[in-house]
């Protein structure tokens, strides 16, 4: 068999392995490389999604989840236990498990499909040319007609905190601890942050979140952003905003941060674990030569077009090395568009509906644009606004914090964006995803039939409250 291959992937994280699926479906010889080994040094394919990001992240979440409520909720419900303990090793390597079975699916996919899978390090020469070193070191020269680049990001460090793997540590590091940090401090208060923030307050830790920015969530609609902000609040998180780390001293077992506080004082804390969530950067380390022809922007991410491809002729990349939000869904659409567009078909991802969620309990979920980005683009709307408190199927279940938000236009009553704070915001944004895609109003919504009970009678209240029409509270705004 030769070494010419239609498509080589390098990456598998979800942008990757999702472009090699959907090309190798396509018809399209197809190979992907993966530099990624498990602590026995095998080569895994997932990426960071699987391995140290998404996957094993929710598994802790909902194992300090079920932790939290049998100790804390279950009383409510007639329901007595023993002492209510955890055993810290036991839930990491449950998580483990998970993390093994998911990226073993991977590789059972790519076998299906008749993906090459191939374990090494893949670097992009010129004229479509993957020079692979395999994991024993092995170098060799793979010819394409495409070349897919996916090789994701990677946390970013900060000097005033370096990670040390052990007092202070990073994202991946906090999916690894083998006991509750009895003080955690989280160096930024964003989507990462605050998901293991939370997981390791529900399990005991006293956790403290310092954020430079003076908004809470300040990507997010701020309605939403203080509503979370309040219910994060009376979990327990410390969240502490306008608070700039300028420094750190590892001292034996604990950490000593100092930061300047919204008045401009100069604060001390010290805590056992510190975690470092100040965002990701993309990673393009060894994986192009200096004549490739693929350029990258001023902030290191591999430049492309709307249509993913590159400076160079038939190179294109995907997923978090490329410009966009960082999430794993948007990294699988653009993996399928652009296996589809080399094989001749002209899909495109519709960038302005990508749903983006924030794992804590409630889920923080959102499609669309904000309230605050309407308003700065000079757009007449309205707003309907439904509390999960005057949701049925909500109070019974005793999941009744939070609201949904829906922006509609003024004119139109075209869905703009709906913003959730809640139960199941996650699976409930989806909905309202769907429905933007077909161009829906917020009439359409309120005219569909929902089932009752269901938490997701919130949204088509919330978007019957947009016409001033909702059936469960009263309206700010009557419409007839
Ligand atoms: P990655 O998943 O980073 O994969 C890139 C792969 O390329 C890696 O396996 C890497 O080893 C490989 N690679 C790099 N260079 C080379 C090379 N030269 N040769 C061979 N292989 C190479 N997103 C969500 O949408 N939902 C979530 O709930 C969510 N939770 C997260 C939780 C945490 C703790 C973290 C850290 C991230 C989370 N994310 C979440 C973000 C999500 O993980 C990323 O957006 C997603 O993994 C990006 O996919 P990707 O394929 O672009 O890159
Ligand atoms: P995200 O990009 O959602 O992962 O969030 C990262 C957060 O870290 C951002 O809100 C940043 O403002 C915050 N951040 C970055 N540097 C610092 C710092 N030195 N001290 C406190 N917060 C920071």
């Known amino acids: 068999m030769s070494d010419k291959y239609d498509v080589i992937?390098?990456?598998s994280g979800p942008a990757g392995y999702v472009a090699a699926i959907r090309a190798a479906q396509l018809g399209l010889k197809t190979a992907c490389i993966e530099k990624w080994k498990d602590k026995k040094g095998a080569g895994v394919n997932g990426g960071t999604c699987l391995n140290v990001g998404c996957i094993p992240s929710k598994a802790l979440l909902d194992s300090s989840h079920k932790y939290h409520a049998a100790k804390d909720d279950y009383q409510s419900h007639g329901i007595a236990t023993g002492e209510v303990t955890i055993d810290v090793p036991a839930m990491i390597a449950r998580k483990e498990k998970i993390v093994k079975q998911m990226s073993g699916g991977i590789a059972g996919l790519f076998k299906s499909?008749?993906?090459?899978?191939?374990?090494?390090?893949?670097?992009?020469l010129a004229g479509r040319q993957v020079e692979l070193t395999d994991n024993d070191g092995n170098?060799?020269?793979?010819?394409?007609?495409?070349?897919?680049?996916?090789?994701?990001?990677?946390?970013?460090?900060?000097?005033?905190?370096?990670?040390?793997?052990?007092?202070?540590?990073?994202?991946?590091?906090?999916?690894?601890?083998?006991?509750?940090?009895?003080?955690?401090?989280?160096?930024?208060?964003?989507?990462?942050?605050?998901?293991?923030?939370?997981?390791?307050?529900?399990?005991?830790?006293?956790v403290v979140c310092l954020e430079a920015l003076d908004s809470f969530l300040a990507n997010m609609d701020q309605q939403i952003?203080?509503?979370?902000?309040?219910?994060?609040?009376k979990q327990g998180l410390d969240?502490?905003?306008?608070?700039?780390?300028?420094?750190?001293?590892?001292?034996?077992?604990?950490?000593?941060?100092?930061?300047?506080?919204?008045?401009?004082?100069?604060?001390?804390?010290?805590?056992?674990?510190?975690?470092?969530?100040?965002?990701?950067?993309?990673?393009?380390?060894g994986l192009l030569a200096g004549d490739s022809?693929?350029?990258?922007?001023?902030?290191?991410?591999?430049?492309?077009?709307?249509?993913?491809?590159?400076?160079?002729?038939?190179?294109?990349?995907?997923?978090?090395v490329v410009r966009g939000p960082m999430l794993?869904?948007?990294?699988?659409e653009e993996g399928v568009m652009v296996a589809e567009r080399i094989a001749g078909q002209k899909p495109l991802v519709n960038y302005d509906i990508i749903p983006s969620v924030i794992y804590t309990h409630p889920e923080v979920a959102a499609v669309g644009r904000t309230e605050e980005q309407i308003k700065a683009d000079g757009e007449e709307y309205n707003v309907g606004v439904f509390p999960f408190v005057a949701i049925g199927r909500a109070v019974a279940a005793d999941e009744a914090e939070g609201m949904v938000k829906m922006i509609a236009d003024a004119k139109t009553d075209r869905v703009l964006g709906c913003h959730i704070v809640g139960?199941?915001?996650?699976?409930?944004?989806?909905?309202?995803?769907?429905?933007?895609?077909?161009?829906?109003?917020?009439?359409?919504?309120?005219?569909?039939?929902?089932?009752?009970?269901?938490?997701?009678e919130a949204v088509k209240e919330a978007a019957l409250a947009v016409n001033g029409h909702a059936i469960h509270m009263p309206n700010r705004k009557r419409r007839k």
């Not at 905190?161 to 999916?175: E, H, K, Q, R």
């Not at 964003?190 to 293991?196: H, K, P, R």
């Not at 794993?328 to 699988?332: P, Q, V």
């Not at 944004?429 to 309120?446: P, R």
């Open 9 to 11: 992937v390098i990456g």
């Open 113 to 124: 499909n008749k993906v090459t899978s191939l374990y090494g390090s893949g670097k992009l």
């Open 139 to 206: 170098v060799s020269i793979l010819d394409a007609e495409n070349v897919i680049l996916a090789s994701g990001s990677v946390p970013v460090d900060i000097p005033v905190a370096p990670v040390d793997g052990d007092v202070i540590i990073d994202s991946t590091g906090a999916l690894e601890l083998t006991e509750v940090p009895e003080r955690l401090g989280v160096i930024g208060a964003g989507v990462i942050g605050l998901e293991l923030g939370s997981v390791w307050g529900r399990l005991g830790s006293k």
């Open 225 to 233: 952003a203080k509503e979370t902000r309040k219910i994060l609040t």
């Open 239 to 285: 969240i502490r905003t306008s608070c700039r780390v300028t420094g750190s001293e590892v001292k034996g077992k604990e950490v000593e941060v100092t930061f300047t506080d919204a008045d401009g004082n100069e604060q001390k804390e010290t805590f056992d674990k510190l975690i470092v969530c100040v965002g990701r950067r993309p990673y393009t380390e």
């Open 293 to 320: 022809g693929v350029n990258l922007d001023e902030r290191g991410f591999i430049y492309v077009n709307d249509l993913c491809s590159t400076s160079a002729p038939g190179v294109w990349a995907i997923g978090d």
């Open 328 to 332: 794993a869904h948007k990294g699988s």
């Open 423 to 456: 139960p199941n915001a996650a699976d409930l944004v989806q909905q309202v995803a769907l429905a933007m895609e077909f161009g829906t109003t917020a009439e359409d919504i309120g005219m569909t039939v929902f089932g009752h009970p269901t938490f997701s």
